[in-house]
């Protein structure tokens, strides 16, 4: 058995060895270096571009301006919004402009000095919620992207007797850098007449597009390999498209390697960010604490342009009444423009901030109602057939419930209480806090992206038996590679050493979609199964006219093939099939189940399985100073079948990480110019190991009767409810409410400030 095992990552070996190679461990005879010429201003027009002086410091062989560009100057994403190259007019701070390609980064910087750009500065919009409508157009005639909204049961029926309890509250959410290990970077050069990419992304096919679309070329000729690549967490689905084109329109032109990495501070004052956000919500329940009604409002900070913005909105739309039986849903949501860093994918895509603000607001509807926080959870929580936000049944992989009873026996919430209680009675100064969340997750694109929903393989059996395979979704760091080869080496019941799995190259494998939505594993299984049972098939044929006999079926376990009443060793049937030139290469193509979502109501199946989770974070505040300090977290997952547990675990623990980083700490800083002025990581805080609390991970494995060996993904929900359970466990502790995060010492102490302790 291979899957359900703890197995060692593939990938381990050659990257603490060092022997994995990263963008900037390429190096090729005749290289360039590429940089970036951008807009010193957030919003102008351009009135004169000068690079006369620029092209003749030594070592600088080429830039490049809207005026190379072979094809469109657009980036594509959803909406066909943004240009490669800032022609006419820039819309934000660091706007790409031009790219200089020299034989040294040192000429690369002191030609970036010496462009000259006249820019007549516009007014800009910084404060999103100016945005809609305001007399600066961004987009369109209001500076709206785009908007959802649900509308379910009674939805516009009052609460105002009182037989029901309100609260009604607003909340903010910040920018949050995603702090990737490896910057973004891409070397590009011709091959057999082909532009070859190698790049660290997690789209490799929507930098083939785009790369296709500037510079006019067919997609056969652009073949983009995905490079080792340093983290991601969304950051890396859609930028790389612009990050890869900047070195490609050079190779382009000067049929030269030409290598192009982003430093620390360029990356992060430049590259997407987390949407910020304002989330007004109202929450009602009667008075046993049955919740009854949900309104909420969402707005999102979209940044300059739109890249990734419909997508999130709509996944934050659908996950804001979170995992509750509610009747009756009022929900808007929508995208607005500004003269800011362009805002684009992050792990839990649009849900971490709304999930902030109904968790706060249950919280606050238990103390109104005398209830603790976690009864009232469980008095609500969805089961099977029950409907979800949308109306959509539920009724496969459900297991809320089964998370939520584990959590609070795997804490002994009760007595864990008690314990807290005690020590605060005894303690001045350091209180002590518990905060719950509860959440669920919609896997994979759903209905605003089924589109791109694929899922494309290709797995080849050689002579020995050993197996290649080849997946259209990336490695980042999750640890994709090694469940992908756990499911094929559970397949064919052989050892996972005998499993090599590729990484994605576009020469070699169909569109599969970006990796994002937690649709890694579920749909690499998907894939894999699809081309082995091609192969099965074969191999099933194969022996029924070796022997004669027609056979049921033909089974793989422990490197033995079994069929009717006999038996070979795997290795034999391979080199029997191969001798008989039987064919052992096949790809697959699997459709995931259909989504929908209805415009006008917001109802349908929105997504076509769902994760669960619960999150109890202990934490420490200090009254007199404001700090808290993370103590304990016991976070439960249900993840359909935990093809790897130790990767599981690690994913739990990691993000979750992460989501106490965005709720505690992580303070991106705008100016009022619209710049990024927090761009490294000695003025962006992140968690280091100094922060980790104590981690007590909760695998619970509710089967998926349609993902592979019964997985669907999870690995974005560790992060989403972080935040909510940290400001619910500093109200525990203090009885501070922090609707703005993240919740550092100022804001901690602000919110006690008309506390009489």
Known sequence: MAVGKSVIRLDSKEKVTGRALYVEDIYMTGMLYAKVFRSPVAHGIIKNLDISEALKIKGVKGIFTAKDIPGKNIIHVILDDQPFLAKEKVMYPGHPIAVVAAITPEACEKALKTIKVEIEELPAIIDFEQSKNNSVKLFENNNVFCSFKIRKGDFDKKYDSNDYVTVEETFYTQHQEHAYIEPQGAIVYWEDDTLTIRGSMQAPFYVQRAVSEVLNLQYSRVRVIQQTTGGAFGGKEDVPSLVCAQAAICAYHLRVPVRIVYDREEDMQTMSKRHPSRVKIKLTADKTGKFVHVYGDYLENAGAYSTLTPAVLYRGTVHLPGPYKIDNIYVDAEAVATNTVPNGAYRGFGSPQVIFAMESAVDMLAEKLGMDPVEIRGKNLVDYGDTNSTGQILNDSVGMKEVYNKVVEKADYFNWKKQIEEFNSKSEYIKKGLGVSTLYYGVGLGAAGKSMSRCASMVKIDADGSVTAS??????????????????????????????????????????????????????????????????????????????????????????????????????????????????????????????????????????????????????????????????????????????????????????????????????????????????????????????????????????????????????QPLMGMAPALTNSIYNAVGARVKQIPATPERVQESMKNIDF
């Open 471 to 716: 997946v259209g979704v990336t490695e980042m760091g999750q640890g994709l590679r090694t469940v992908t080869a756990q499911m094929v080496a559970e397949f064919l019941g052989i050892d996972i050493d005998k499993v090599v799995v590729s990484q994605i190259d576009t020469s070699r494998i169909s569109d599969t979609g970006p990796t994002v939505a937690s649709r890694g594993t579920i749909t690499a299984g998907w894939g894999v199964l699809s081309a082995l049972a091609k192969i099965k098939k074969s191999l099933h044929k194969f022996l029924e006219k070796k022997y004669n006999t027609s056979f049921e079926d033909v089974y793989f376990k422990d490197g033995k093939v079994k069929f009717g009443n006999n038996e070979l060793e795997y290795s034999e049937l391979i080199k029997m099939a191969t001798d008989e030139k039987i064919h052992l290469h096949e790809t697959g193509l699997h459709v995931p189940p259909d989504t929908t979502f209805d415009k006008e109501t917001g109802l349908g199946d929105a997504y076509y399985a769902y994760a669960w989770a619960m999150n109890i974070l202990e934490t420490e505040v200090n009254k007199l100073t404001g700090e808290v300090t993370l103590k304990k977290a016991v976070c439960g997952h249900d993840v359909g079948k935990a093809i790897n547990p130790r990767e599981v675990a690690g994913q739990i623990m990691g993000g979750s990480l992460q989501g106490l980083g965005y709720g505690l700490m992580e303070d991106m800083q705008v100016s009022s110019k619209g710049k990024i002025i927090t761009s490294n990581f000695s003025t962006y805080t992140i968690p280091t190991s100094c922060d980790i609390p104590e981690f007590i991970p909760v695998i619970v494995e509710s089967n998926y009767s349609k993902g592979p060996y019964g997985a669907k993904g999870f690995g974005e």
